[in-house]
């Protein structure tokens, strides 16, 4: 596989990993994320179709515990960490812009 | 230096049992022995301000004779990546900085309810991405050895702590070699546990499919009693075993008779020559190998053709976790938030994540974000997934003919700091030999096998076992300690070099 990292499409990726990327950490990354990309697409040459894939390491089945109400936070503890708080909720800047 | 931080955490929990040393005496030499030499160590992000009031309390509860845990009343270093309710928890990074936790992870809340008395949290790469702390939003830890060279990551602060005795103990986390690789180059003892043998819960999580937490020690007994503390299940942790797990100390102390070597099946993969190794560490390496031949062990090669493909497959499949994982520090419900004077919640987001995490970090959920988007899948994490089937395939076959698997437990031993941050891919090809095992699930513990002849710095040997053998792995590693101690006459880290200040 030829690797394709490109500036547009690292920019792109921090659009949708929402990191707000400078021009130089771009031109950075893709001259970085094209060696390892090169590097690490090896994983192709052996995964066959015949190969299961494996997600977990040791096999689990879901867990689920009683539905009963346990150990929750309070309110003020869910909010004490919040850069921003008001009337026992997180504040938040505008959730949509103007154009929306 | 005082002598009661050269105990071991087994001799100082005898003295203390004995009454010959209280915890506060104990506690107290730790943090005097941080105040002399942390300030160039740096092991620490956080000294605990409250250490000498849970120390005086062990005695208290001691004094009037309340039953305590083995190792009541020893200090204890805490990985900053393990949320506390009493200090910062940063993970190393700057987005958490101040961080006060709601709620103790399970490792630390076991630890407290065991007696030990947590010093401090110690420094670590940013969200445990790196192999040398040098990833760290607070500056690199240093290796007590040579304070020009890296401790290893993601845990070198929790090494560094132990190896400098400034902790007896310390917890650490194993994503891809973090716990071991920093044992390898600091001459300390680090154990992987089985994936699930020790809850996660309150662990700052980086790749929740790898994640492990274990002890951080300079003795295999101390690894083993540490791992009694802090080991089972945890109903808080749904990839937490439900298995009973036998006393790892225990282990520990059977393994030191030595008696475990004779006909032990040791192998050796044929696919991790001594050509992929600093000279020095494969001469350290095959020297352990006649130790253990010489005790009554047989070394078998054997072939993991697949080992080769897991640093590949690991830094499709990290990234990818991460990625997801560190989605949670929006700037909305902890942690940084930039102001930008207006904007929306998402550029508010943006602007924070792009000042808040470092560079590797970004690196990673950036590839992260690659491997998983649409087209890209199968190729990559999808191929990545199938390389983990091969690699357990390859650890099956193994442990169908050995009891454990031997290999040096990193490829060199401590490079210079700096020597390796402009380039990410030979970072990660430091992870070589400690990956499989969390690809696999499988525990891994690296022990001291000597100074490397070209360069004296320390040298550390990993054995890898089945899932759910971790106890075999404190019988071996022990075995195989009681015998290099005995032929070097002492502890390696009495070969460490003085650090200023306590002598």
Redesign the interface.
């Known amino acids: 596989?030829v690797s394709e990292?490109t500036p547009d499409?690292?920019r792109h990726?921090?659009?949708?990993?929402?990191?707000?990327?400078?021009d130089d950490?771009v031109e950075r990354?893709t001259g970085?994320?094209d060696?390892?990309?090169d590097?690490?697409?090896?994983?192709?040459?052996?995964?066959?179709p015949d190969?299961?894939?494996?997600?977990?390491?040791?096999a689990?089945q879901n867990?689920f515990?009683p539905d009963e109400v346990g150990?929750t936070?309070t309110h003020e503890?869910?909010l004490?960490?919040?850069?921003?708080a008001a009337d026992g909720r997180?504040r938040?800047?505008?959730?949509?812009?103007e154009e929306q | 230096m005082s002598d009661i931080i050269r105990l071991t955490a087994a001799e100082l929990a005898d003295k203390l049992a004995a009454g010959e040393v209280s915890s506060v005496e104990a506690t107290q030499a730790h943090l005097d022995r941080i105040a002399a030499v942390d300030g160039d160590v740096h092991a620490f992000l956080h000294v605990n301000e409250k250490a000498l009031d849970a120390a005086a309390d062990i005695d208290r509860r001691r004094a009037a004779g309340e039953q305590l845990g083995p190792i009541a009343g020893v200090p204890l270093a805490v990985k900053d990546v393990l949320v506390t309710t009493d200090m910062p928890s940063t993970s190393g990074s700057k987005i958490l900085e101040g961080?006060?936790s709601?709620?103790d992870a399970t490792v630390v809340a076991r630890s407290r309810a065991a007696g030990l008395v947590p010093l401090g949290k110690t420094n670590m790469d940013e969200f445990a991405m790196g192999s040398s702390t040098e990833h760290s939003a607070y500056g690199p830890t240093h290796n007590p050895w040579d304070l020009e060279r890296i401790p290893g990551g993601s845990g070198g602060g929790s090494a560094a702590a132990v190896a400098a005795f400034e902790a007896p103990l310390a917890l650490g986390s194993d994503t891809g070699g973090s716990i071991r690789q920093p044992a390898h180059v600091t001459g300390t003892v680090g154990m992987k546990p089985?994936?699930?043998g020790v809850s996660r819960y309150g662990a700052i999580a980086l790749a929740s499919?790898?994640d492990q937490v274990g002890p951080v020690t300079r003795t295999v007994l101390d690894a083993g009693l540490l791992h009694d503390v802090i080991g089972g299940h945890d109903?808080h942790d749904?990839?937490s075993?439900t298995d009973a797990w036998p006393s790892f100390a225990d282990a520990a102390r059977e393994g030191a008779g030595g008696d475990v070597l004779k006909g032990l099946k040791v192998g050796v993969v044929k696919e991790l020559p001594d050509s992929g190794f600093q000279a020095g560490v494969a001469e350290s390496f095959r020297a352990s190998l006649d130790v253990l031949q010489a005790h009554g062990a047989e070394i078998v090669e054997i072939s993991a053709p697949?080992f080769e493909?897991g640093?590949?497959?690991y830094?499709?499949i990290l990234p990818a976790e991460a990625?997801s994982n560190l989605?949670k520090f929006?700037?909305?419900?902890?942690?940084?938030?930039v102001d930008?004077n207006?904007?929306?919640?998402?550029?508010?987001?943006?602007?924070t994540?792009?000042a808040g995490?470092g560079d590797e970090v970004?690196?990673r959920?950036?590839?992260g974000?690659?491997a998983l988007?649409a087209g890209y899948y199968d190729?990559?994490y999808?191929?990545?997934?199938?390389?983990?089937?091969?690699i357990?395939q390859d650890f099956t076959n193994a442990f169908a003919e050995v009891d454990v698997i031997a290999t040096p437990s990193a490829p060199t031993t401590a490079f210079k700091l700096g020597e390796k941050i402009g380039d990410?891919?030979q970072m990660?090809l430091n992870d070589l030999t400690t990956i499989p095992a969390?690809?696999?699930?499988?525990p891994g513990i690296s022990i001291p096998s000597g100074l490397a002849s070209d360069d004296g710095l320390p040298v550390g040997i990993q054995f890898l076992a089945p899932?759910r053998e971790d106890a075999r792995l404190y019988r071996v590693g022990a075995a195989l300690e009681a015998a290099l101690v005995d032929s070097w006459g002492g502890p390696l880290l009495d070969r460490a070099p003085v650090l200023g200040g306590a002598r």
């Open positions: 596989m990292i499409l690292v990726l921090g659009v949708l990993a929402r990191i707000r990327l400078s950490e990354l970085q994320l060696v390892i990309v590097n690490i697409a090896k994983v192709s040459q052996v995964a066959t190969v299961a894939a494996t997600s977990h390491p040791i689990l867990v515990r150990q936070l503890q869910a004490q960490n919040a850069p921003d997180f938040v800047t505008a959730i949509l812009g | 961080y006060m709601p709620f089985t994936y699930g499919s790898l109903p749904s990839t075993l697949h493909y640093v590949a497959a830094y499709l990625s989605a929006d700037s909305v419900r902890f942690g940084m938030r930008l207006g904007g929306t919640v998402e550029d508010v987001m943006a602007a994540r792009d995490f970004k690196r959920i950036i590839l974000t690659y988007s190729a990559y999808g191929s990545a997934q199938k390389v983990r089937t091969l357990q990410p891919l990660y969390n690809l696999a699930g499988v899932a």
